[in-house]
């Protein structure tokens, strides 16, 4: 959809075909919105912001400053971890998302599996009330138990025992973070900085996460480009992990590293 047609469609609440279905007359209050879009845009704010929503595995998911944009090559991770728990075929799972953001990859989770809970942890708290928000707006509020706690401590203090634990941490290489188009630098910088090499989380949740799996549980980590590699040396040299293996996005890049607690 282009930008103006996507200002319109969420600013009449329709569909992009309704906009050429039917006559399009807006309202001073409409035009003056539909300007007020545009000039935001110029400055530099992502889209998504604008009109405060985008799509995750088909739902919608509110969105606005303080909170990462799910974007589209994380529906992988979603993907991948409905698939391999339903595979399973137990009677109830319990996962855990590290750095939630928006709450997109718990809500999607939940809703794929009927008889999945989880907790979702974030150090922000402007995320967490995006979060809370969209889970009541998806009907699975009951289902997600969101924490505000900064993970390096939660994964020690935790006694849950989880089927899985899934993270899109921040893995951006800090010297990068300047190069970012603006829209991207309009994002919350705790949610792209991945420390000096963009590793600094993997580091921490390859070996934290086996405390926290149940045996035999996956833990599935979103990466960037050209960190493969380095993850599954990580893997190795932290020991206790079996069936290591990589999934693209639908662009063919690596994008998703799964392993079974041992
Ligand atoms: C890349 S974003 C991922 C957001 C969401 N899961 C998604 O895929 O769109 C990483 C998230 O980790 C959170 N975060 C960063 N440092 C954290 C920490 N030390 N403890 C908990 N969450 C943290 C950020 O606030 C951000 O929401």
Not at 48 to 60: A, D, L, N, P, S
Not at 94 to 107: A, E, H, K, Q, R
Not at 123 to 150: H, M, T
Request: glycine share 8%; charged share 25%.
């Amino acid at each position: 959809m282009r930008e103006e047609e996507l200002f319109l469609t969420a600013i009449l609440n329709c569909s992009r075909s309704e906009l050429y279905t039917r006559p399009v007359e807006l309202t001073p209050d409409q035009k003056e919105m539909l300007e007020r879009m545009k000039w935001r845009r110029a400055a530099g704010e992502p889209i998504q912001y604008i009109v405060g929503f985008t799509e995750f595995m088909g739902h919608r998911i509110e969105v606005g400053e303080g909170v990462l944009v799910p974007r589209p090559e994380t529906e992988v991770m979603a993907d991948v971890t409905i698939r391999a728990l339903k595979e399973r075929g137990q009677s109830e799972y319990f996962i855990l998302d590290v750095g939630t953001g928006s709450g997109c990859l718990p809500i999607s989770c939940v809703k794929g599996l009927p008889n999945c809970r989880a907790v979702a942890v974030d150090l922000s708290d402007k995320a967490l009330a995006f979060a809370r928000r969209n889970a009541e707006l998806n009907g699975v509020a009951d289902r997600i138990e969101f924490i505000e706690r900064d993970v390096f401590w939660f994964m020690d203090a935790t006694l849950h025992r989880f089927d899985a634990v899934i993270s899109n941490p921040p893995y951006i290489p800090s010297f990068l973070l300047p190069t970012l188009p603006a829209d991207v630098q309009k994002e919350p910088m705790l949610a792209l900085d991945g420390g000096p090499d963009g590793l600094h989380f993997y580091r921490f949740l390859i070996p934290s996460a086996k405390k926290v799996l149940k045996k035999g549980g996956i833990l599935a980590l979103e990466f960037g480009d050209g960190q493969r590699k380095e993850l599954e040396k990580l893997f190795w040299g932290v020991g206790g992990w079996d069936k290591i293996h990589i999934h693209k996005d639908n662009a063919g890049k690596n994008r998703v590293v799964t392993a079974i607690k041992i």
